[in-house]
């Protein structure tokens, strides 16, 4: 008798909503907040916290946790990224703020920049890359200017060679950014910033990589292969691997796919465990947060098709030089590009979709998305510049009013 050939189990299907409301619960913007962690609880939970030098309405990393917790506290967001030696800056998505406990997983990347050699085609001698260690070491934390300049000329590109140096050290591991000032990073000698028992793990490139996926997983909620390789910016090679023993199960997600056609996907367990309810938020996001960063996914997830055009020209910009997608009931449903003026935030342009009109709930959403965003940075008033349908803005302006 021929032995039976075991069945492979059924693959879960998720429906496109379904998947919506996981990624944004997995993101932490369905459901109630989790206030007693903090921003140091979305930092640890989202795994990455993008970077970035423009500073409008505030700089990326104070919107991520405002558009889950509501008006933290500016102070106390730069407190809980740069104090305590919680966390660290390092290269994932992109430049991003890591939680301290990753440290040990980014020696896969570390160890690949060192097996390069250099850094972005910078080249710089052995002994200015030991005199950076050797004035860190006796001096404590420094800037790269405390260390001896950052350029050589005005030109952003022209680095120092001790800017080369400190940066080489920052990717090689040998140095560690746990701190900004000014926007400048303050680096300091790993073995004095990085807590001794992660400091000495030592984990394989595949064990790195494997809790990197897990991680990526878990914040995405549902995710192609293609959004966990985004994630952290992994290769394929490195990926593949371990991609079916990381810990999450394969599913089908309906309309994901060409034609919207089901899409093969992977999903955290946990995240299937209940269904996804709660409140929804309704913020501003950056163009840099991780719900909405890769372009492709938002696409898929939202409807969307959103850019940056901050390095546009500006005659060629659609929706504006910092466009803010607007979060409300699980939708994309719009964009602003803020500005401010002394005490008053300034919607330069505002667009909602769906059409001329936008819809009441639309336009409700929008005023408090505005209303909200100017308390938590300490505007007085709202001023709406260019309208899509002016027709909204008898109505926008008086709900600003009633305040």
Do not use: N
């Amino acid at each position: 008798m021929t032995a039976a050939v075991p069945r492979p189990a059924p693959v879960t299907t998720l429906g496109a909503d379904e998947a919506r409301r996981i990624a944004l619960r997995a993101q932490g913007l369905l459901g109630a907040p989790d206030r007693r962690a903090g921003v140091r609880g979305v930092l640890r939970h989202l795994g990455a916290v993008q970077l970035d030098t423009i500073s409008v309405l505030a700089r990326s990393h104070e919107l991520i946790p405002y558009a889950r917790l509501g008006a933290v506290g500016r102070p106390a967001v730069e407190a809980a990224y740069w104090g305590g030696g919680t966390s660290f800056e390092y290269w994932s998505h992109a430049a991003c703020v890591l939680p301290v406990e990753e440290w040990p997983l980014f020696a896969f990347r570390r160890r690949r920049y060192r097996d390069r050699g250099h850094l972005w085609g910078y080249q710089v001698a052995p002994e200015t890359y030991r005199g950076v260690l050797d004035k860190l070491r006796a001096e404590g934390p420094l800037t790269s200017t405390e260390l001896g300049g950052a350029k050589k000329t005005a030109e952003w590109w022209d680095w120092s060679d001790t800017k080369i140096a400190v940066e080489r050290a920052l990717a090689f591991g040998d140095v560690v950014c746990t701190e900004r000032r000014s926007w400048k990073r303050v680096y300091a000698l790993a073995e004095q910033a990085v807590p001794d028992a992660l400091l000495g793990q030592q984990r394989s490139d595949e064990e790195c990589v494997r809790t990197l996926v897990a991680q990526a997983g878990a914040a995405l909620g549902v995710a192609t292969r293609t959004d966990l390789l985004d994630y952290h910016r992994l290769r394929a090679e490195e990926l593949d691997p371990v991609l079916a023993d990381c810990g999450l199960v394969p599913v089908e997600v309906a309309g994901w796919g060409q034609d919207g056609a089901p899409a093969a996907a992977w999903a955290d367990p946990a995240a299937l465990a209940a269904p996804p309810r709660g409140r929804h938020r309704t913020t501003l996001l950056s163009p840099f947060d991780s719900l909405v960063w890769d372009r492709a996914r938002t696409e898929r997830i939202f409807g969307m098709t959103h850019r940056l055009e901050a390095y546009t020209p500006k005659h060629k910009r659609v929706h504006g030089y910092f466009a803010m997608p607007l979060l409300t009931g699980g939708r994309l449903v719009g964009r602003v590009d803020p500005a401010r003026e002394g005490r008053t935030l300034v919607a330069r342009q505002v667009s909602l979709d769906g059409g001329r009109g936008g819809g009441t709930r639309r336009v409700e959403a929008l005023a408090t998305a505005l209303r909200e965003a100017a308390d938590w940075v300490g505007c007085d008033e709202v001023r709406v510049g260019t309208l899509h349908d002016e027709r909204l803005r008898p109505t926008l302006e008086k709900l600003l009013a009633d305040r």
